[in-house]
């Protein structure tokens, strides 16, 4: 099938990669020209793994193909993906005006048939509006149809996320449009889910909530567990056993972040609020997210007595591990906090750090976690990359000024720390985890 991604973002490229590799024709626009060259030389303007090797595969093999003008994705393809940004207003809203920018070209160049899809996570009822927009300058309907897919990959495992599905979730308004997506998804194995665009972006927009509702949930239960001495790891793995409960998405840390969740549940509370009903739980998980990194830095405050001219080593910039993506990750509050108490940090991050030079300039950047260590009062690990989890503690004491360290994501263990000398603090740990 020929497919057009408009929006060659984390998902757009994700998303357009993916459906060349199974075999489809896919052109890629971007209003980027930078990422345009680059992407035409087979080049990522993103860290996701695996997908500079499947952009060079399938660009070699003709599949893929890399353009700056929608015109020329509505002349060649007959889905159109819509993968452009909705990033937050002021007030927490949606921004449309991109999607609403790009229905209009695409409108402007409709000479047949093209199905209009939404894979941007949008608010309910956006659908309905990019429909209203395109007919307004198109007004043969026949020549259109528009309908809601939305994505569910995670930054990191995004192309294995969009290989292996848990679900697939079509919102359409005709046959027309439910048979061509049938057809695009017919070598996936996972459920397919065809309802109307409604019901399909509130499915995105819930889920997305939902997973939020459960990391929030344990943040909270972790500080519990730091006031009363309980373990949270030991907690999180009693609860998870329960299959209503489940144990994804119970690891307590800093908070969350990442272009997803943060905007997701702005988003979805304001649309709740403006349909008349009050989502007061939504509320209150962004601001126990919030309440969870000052919780962090206090943390760090309280051992360090003064962090004024204290150094401070940073392991992990990015928002979580296997992406260079810094989009509302917890580790700028986290650094902007420890900043204002006059601290100084030397951070290492493996993919982020050339993202979070354009954000923090009076940050020192190291070339790996242990020249992050040197001659440091405290280190703080902010992500959880794998490499991190295998750093020789020994040495990374030796290089310290001070064995402090605060584990944000816990990812070692208490008993090994203590006993290699550091003064160990983390997020609701206490004791070896039970299994
Ligand atoms: C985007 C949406 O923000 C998110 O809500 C949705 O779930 C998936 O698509 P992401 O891919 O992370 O997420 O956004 P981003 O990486 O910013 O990519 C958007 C791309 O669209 C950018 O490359 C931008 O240059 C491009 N763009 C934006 C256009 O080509 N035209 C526009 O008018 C606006
Ligand atoms: C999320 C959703 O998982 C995905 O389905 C949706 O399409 C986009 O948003 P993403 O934001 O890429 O994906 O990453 P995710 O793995 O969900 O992590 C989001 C944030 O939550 C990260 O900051 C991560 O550190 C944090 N997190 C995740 C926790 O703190 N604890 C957990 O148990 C899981």
């Known amino acids: 099938m020929k497919i057009g991604i408009i929006g060659s ?27 345009i060259t680059l992407l035409k030389k087979g080049k990522p303007p993103i860290y996701e793994p695996g997908l500079e ?26 889905v159109l993906f819509i993968c452009v940004n909705t990033p937050p207003k002021e007030n927490g809203e949606a921004d449309l005006s991109y999607v609403e920018n790009v229905s209009r070209e695409i409108a402007r160049n409709l000479k047949e048939y093209r ?32 309908a809601s897919n939305p994505e569910f990959l995670r930054e990191g495992s995004a192309i294995h996320d969009f290989l292996n599905p848990d679900r697939i979730i079509l919102g359409v308004s005709s046959a027309r449009a439910g048979k061509l997506l049938r057809q695009l998804y017919a070598s996936f194995s996972a459920p397919l889910v065809v309802t109307d665009i409604k019901s399909a972006e509130i499915i995105k927009h819930a889920s997305n909530s939902f997973l939020a509702t459960k990391i929030a949930f344990i943040n909270v239960v972790s500080r519990i567990c730091d006031a009363t ?85 940073v392991l992990g910039l990015s928002f979580k591990p296997n992406t260079d993506d810094m989009r509302f990750a917890p580790s700028i509050d986290i650094i902007q906090g420890l900043q204002r108490e006059e601290a100084l940090i030397q951070a290492y991050d493996p993919q982020a750090m ?30 959880e990359w794998d490499e991190f989890k295998k750093l020789d503690l020994k040495r990374i004491k030796k290089l310290m000024r001070n064995p402090i360290l605060f584990d944000g994501r816990n990812i070692f263990d208490p008993a090994e720390a203590r006993k290699l000398g550091f003064h160990y603090y983390a997020m609701g740990r206490k004791l070896r985890r039970t299994r």
């Open 115 to 146: 199905l209009i899809v939404e894979k941007s996570t949008v608010p309910v009822q956006t659908g309905e509006w990019i429909h209203k927009t395109i007919k307004l300058i198109q007004p043969r309907e026949s020549l259109f149809d528009v």
């Open 53 to 78: 090797e499947m952009l060079q595969e399938n660009i070699k093999r003709k599949r893929l193909f890399f353009a700056s003008r929608i015109e020329q994705a509505v002349k060649n393809a007959e």
């Open 354 to 383: 050339p993202k979070c030079k354009t954000i923090f300039k009076k940050v020192k950047y190291a070339k790996d976690a242990y020249q992050a260590a040197e001659h440091t009062d405290a280190l703080a690990v902010l992500t």
């Open 229 to 313: 001495g309980a373990d949270i790891e030991n907690v999180a793995y009693g609860m998870g056993l329960d299959p209503r409960i489940g144990p994804g998405f119970l690891k307590a840390g800093i908070g969350f972040g990442g272009f997803c969740f943060p905007k997701d549940l702005a988003a979805f509370e304001r649309m709740a609020e403006k349909a008349g009903v009050p989502f007061g739980i939504l509320r209150e998980v962004l601001n126990s997210n919030e309440e969870q990194k000052k919780y962090f830095i206090q943390k760090v405050s309280n051992a360090l007595w003064n962090l004024r001219n204290k150094t401070i080593g």
């Open 9 to 35: 973002g984390y998902v757009g490229l994700v998303t357009g990669a993916c459906f060349a590799h199974l075999g489809n024709q896919v052109i890629c626009v971007d209003n980027n020209l930078e990422k």
